[in-house]
């Protein structure tokens, strides 16, 4: 094989491998894309397993993370599942603690589950992250005033 053969099929084998990392990279992003949409779903089930495939991904960002807990909280809270739905409103407050919808969602399954103590404390502290949101307030002020 001459110098020029060699070239040339080294060439190609470069390309062909830099082709199929391009073309996976774009298949495996749309796939995270998709496990997302999943994990925003109405069906409790499948969003429960494509949250926690974009959690064991390892490929969000903070923001997005906190929000993916979230929904699996919330598609456990659908489920019945309310101790592991407390755990993911956790993990969610850990990573974003200023976001009231998540510290009043683990407020409402602390309310369910008779934890009262908990959800009256959940309840005043989203009041207090959404001073400007009057929705939180006037739940508050519904569930509370006798």
């Given at each position: 094989m001459?110098?020029?053969?060699?070239?040339?099929?080294?060439?190609?084998?470069?390309f062909s491998a830099v082709l199929f990392?391009?073309?996976?990279?774009?298949?495996?992003?749309?796939?995270?894309?998709?496990?997302?949409?999943?994990?925003?779903?109405?069906?409790?089930?499948?969003?429960?397993?494509?949250?926690?495939?974009?959690?064991?991904?390892?490929r969000l960002p903070l923001p997005a993370l906190a929000a993916v807990y979230s929904n699996r909280g919330g598609a456990r809270m659908k489920k019945q599942s309310y101790d592991l739905a407390i755990a993911d409103f956790d993990q969610?407050?850990?990573?974003?603690?200023?976001?009231?919808?998540?510290?009043?969602?683990?407020?409402?399954?602390?309310e369910t589950t008779g934890k009262l103590d908990d959800a009256l404390r959940d309840y005043s502290r989203a009041i207090e992250l959404s001073v400007n949101d009057r929705g939180f307030g006037y739940t508050f002020q519904y569930c509370f005033t006798p």
């Open positions: 001459s110098g020029i053969d060699r070239h040339v099929l080294k060439t190609r084998i470069i990392i391009m073309v996976n990279a774009a298949a495996h992003a749309q796939t995270l894309e998709q496990t997302l949409a999943r994990c925003e779903g109405n069906d409790a089930d499948a969003a429960i397993i494509a949250c926690t495939a974009a959690i064991q991904s390892g969610a407050i850990m990573i974003d603690p200023a976001n009231a919808t998540n510290v009043h969602n683990r407020g409402f399954a602390f």
